[in-house]
């Protein structure tokens, strides 16, 4: 979703700004924009598509200047037209912002009243108006921020500029992340530290209602009481380096690859090897006391939730709730005391997950985090963080984040059954030792990323698609469904397998791949039967099981994937693989922009 930065420099910042807008495009975006003040006045370049319209423009017309703000915007009010796109300004503010005023017709109108003058159809030039008539009355930049802050409501990530003062920078959060970032001689606002890798590791978040001024020599920070307050620099980790493509086509397929190593990385958190015994970070959580499970996450993340669902009731015998975050709270869900919400977020920031969390909180309910950056909202509001290691997630389609999830949700399972007594030394052993061979097992799967790269074009063709599975197995059908139309725009279902002669299997023919999710294991011979029912029908079947199902079940497939063997325990964090890459090879079939699909946005801060 957008990205913001902002730089005050010793030399020229346009380039620099570019580049940190560069470094936020996997967010998702579709317009972008730089100012700068120079010669005592505010300017801006601005385009719609991908920044390389905006890098013409700065060729066409460079923008000199010390002290500027830049934004890739994912447009919410108003198409993302050059006029929308941000900076808003205005003669004497430019800003860039994240997230939605929601009352900003309200404000439209009382500042159209007033005679104001609208540029473009977006919520933010409010903001840009209310803190420029302030200013323009010969009230400070600093009283006038805090005059209009109060007055927004919604979600903001701001970094405001002021033609008055050229080496300052106003930048304000609540609902979006924001963070301040200490060079040498020089400041930074960033909506994270990926943006400002290059510039600096030296960080300080933002809290909820901060607000920053920001010059060359360092940063005055304020709560939402206008109350001076520190926020710790923390040393980000994040190098320029993480971030590169390596010898990959694209990040997408990079990550696919890293799933071995990140999901081994992630579990070394989780697993005693030593001792056979599963563990938690956090270890004096009381676990004993929990009651019941909420689930609630967006995307693929709510998909690991769902497999989760069956872990936690398997192991655990504890009940579990699911739900997509957009909906949780408006169907007023019942929460009783020794309730545990676990959220499961990529990127710590979904603002439907965070707004669900905070729900949650205010119902007595314990949080759970399962998020992928640990300086993320939804870590710093937990009361229990539980970290995936994925390293930074820059394709849009997430991958190794969701296998990560899964490993921490299997590991995490293992230790609530424990807490309540239905884990034997036995059984936990014998856990620890499945989970472990997790990474192994990944790597055998990534070895048919060839077949799958040769079996692409079966499915590139069509204009619909099924994915089935059963058990756990039917989450990692949606999650194919999901990874198929987010990147190759094919149209694609999952559904239960069991449940598709209720609807669906009036949809076959023999133009509708069906790809059918089937490990061998207690649930096998029923998927093989719904398969069978489809292939009755002239659909045509790419079977995904191991050496065993797909001797068989395989005969009658238009394609046969080979799984390694594996216990049914890791095998939705094995199967994610095969459907990660047909998702791949078929976008890449067909030319599509697999990191950056059109429309959407990796971490999605509007509700
Ligand atoms: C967006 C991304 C998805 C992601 C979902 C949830 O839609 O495009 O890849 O699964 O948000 O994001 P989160 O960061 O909360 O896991």
């Known amino acids: 979703m957008c990205g913001i930065i902002g730089i005050i420099g010793k030399d020229d910042v346009a380039e620099r700004l570019v580049e940190g807008l560069r470094r936020l495009e996997y967010r998702g975006y579709d317009s972008a924009g730089v100012a700068t003040i120079h010669d005592g006045a505010i300017e801006r370049r601005r385009a719609e598509g991908k920044l390389a319209n905006l890098v013409k423009e700065l060729d066409r017309d460079p923008l000199p200047g010390t002290t500027g703000i830049a934004h890739t915007r994912w447009a919410t009010h108003g198409a993302p037209t050059t006029n929308n796109a941000h900076p808003h300004?205005?003669?004497?503010?430019?800003?860039?912002?994240?997230?939605?005023?929601?009352?900003?017709?309200?404000?439209?109108?009382?500042?159209?009243?007033?005679?104001?003058?609208?540029?473009?159809?977006?919520?933010?030039?409010?903001?840009?108006?209310?803190?420029?008539?302030?200013?323009?009355?010969?009230?400070?930049?600093?009283?006038?921020?805090?005059?209009?802050?109060?007055?927004?409501?919604?979600?903001?990530?701001?970094?405001?500029?002021?033609?008055?003062?050229?080496?300052?920078?106003?930048?304000?959060?609540?609902?979006?992340?924001?963070?301040?970032?200490?060079?040498?001689?020089?400041?930074?606002?960033?909506?994270?530290?990926?943006?400002?890798?290059?510039?600096?590791?030296?960080?300080?978040?933002?809290e909820e209602g901060d607000w920053v001024i920001v010059t060359a020599g360092g940063a005055e920070i304020f709560d939402r009481d206008n109350n001076p307050v520190e926020r710790p620099i923390t040393i980000s980790g994040v190098t320029g380096e993480l971030i590169s493509k390596g010898n990959h086509r694209h990040y997408m397929l990079k990550e696919i690859y890293e799933q071995p190593v990140v999901v081994a990385q992630t579990l070394r958190s989780y697993l005693r090897r030593m001792e056979d015994q599963v563990s938690l970070p956090v270890p004096d959580?009381?676990?004993?006391?929990?009651?019941?499970?909420?689930?609630?996450?967006?995307?693929?993340?709510?998909?690991?939730?769902?497999?989760?669902?069956?872990?936690?009731?398997?192991?655990?015998?504890?009940?579990?709730?699911?739900?997509?975050?957009?909906?949780?709270?408006?169907?007023?869900?019942?929460?009783?005391?020794?309730?545990?919400?676990?959220?499961?977020?990529?990127?710590?920031?979904?603002?439907?997950?965070?707004?669900?969390?905070?729900?949650?909180?205010?119902?007595?309910?314990?949080?759970?985090?399962?998020?992928?950056?640990?300086?993320?909202?939804?870590?710093?509001?937990?009361?229990?963080?539980?970290?995936?290691?994925a390293g930074p997630e820059i394709g849009v389609a997430s991958t190794k984040a969701f296998t990560c999830q899964l490993a921490v949700l299997a590991a995490f399972a293992a230790n609530l059954a424990r807490a309540k007594g239905r884990l034997d030394g036995k059984a936990e052993k014998e856990l620890v030792r499945h989970l472990a061979e997790a990474p192994a097992a990944l790597n055998a799967a990534l070895a048919y990323d060839e077949s799958i790269e040769a079996m692409a074009h079966l499915v590139a063709g069509a204009r619909d698609v099924l994915y089935l599975g059963r058990g756990p197995d039917y989450p990692l059908a949606l999650e194919g469904a999901l990874k198929l139309k987010e990147i190759s725009y094919i149209h694609a279902e999952g559904y239960a397998a069991g449940e598709m002669k209720h609807g669906p299997i009036a949809l076959i023919d023999d133009k509708v791949p069906v790809i059918v999710l089937a490990p061998s294991g207690p649930l096998f011979e029923k998927t093989v039967s719904n398969m069978q029912e489809v292939q009755a029908r002239g659909g045509k079947v790419v079977l995904i099981s191991d050496y065993d199902g797909v001797q068989a079940a395989g005969e009658g497939c238009i394609a046969t994937i080979t799984m390694p063997k594996v216990h049914p325990l890791i095998a939705p964090m094995v199967y994610a693989v095969p459907v990660q890459l047909l998702a791949y090879h078929v976008a890449v079939a067909k030319g599509t922009d697999v990191d950056q699909p059109r429309n959407l946005a990796k971490s999605v801060t509007v509700e």
């Open 285 to 389: 959580f009381d676990l004993g006391a929990i009651r019941r499970v909420t689930i609630v996450a967006c995307g693929t993340s709510y998909y690991a939730g769902m497999v989760a669902k069956y872990w936690f009731e398997q192991f655990a015998r504890v009940p579990v709730d699911i739900d997509v975050a957009s909906e949780f709270r408006y169907r007023a869900p019942v929460m009783e005391d020794g309730g545990l919400m676990i959220v499961i977020s990529q990127s710590g920031e979904t603002a439907d997950t965070l707004a669900a969390l905070r729900h949650a909180r205010s119902e007595g309910q314990k949080i759970a985090a399962v998020v992928n950056v640990p300086t993320s909202t939804m870590a710093r509001e937990a009361d229990l963080l539980l970290p995936t290691h």
């Open 89 to 206: 300004a205005t003669k004497e503010v430019a800003l860039v912002h994240n997230g939605i005023i929601e009352n900003f017709k309200a404000l439209r109108e009382e500042l159209t009243a007033r005679g104001r003058v609208f540029d473009s159809e977006t919520d933010t030039e409010v903001v840009a108006h209310l803190v420029s008539e302030l200013v323009e009355q010969g009230i400070s930049p600093k009283d006038a921020v805090a005059q209009v802050l109060p007055r927004l409501h919604g979600a903001f990530a701001l970094a405001i500029l002021f033609r008055s003062s050229p080496d300052m920078l106003i930048g304000a959060r609540l609902g979006s992340p924001l963070v301040v970032g200490y060079g040498d001689g020089e400041t930074y606002l960033g909506s994270d530290a990926l943006a400002l890798a290059p510039l600096t590791q030296r960080i300080a978040y933002l």
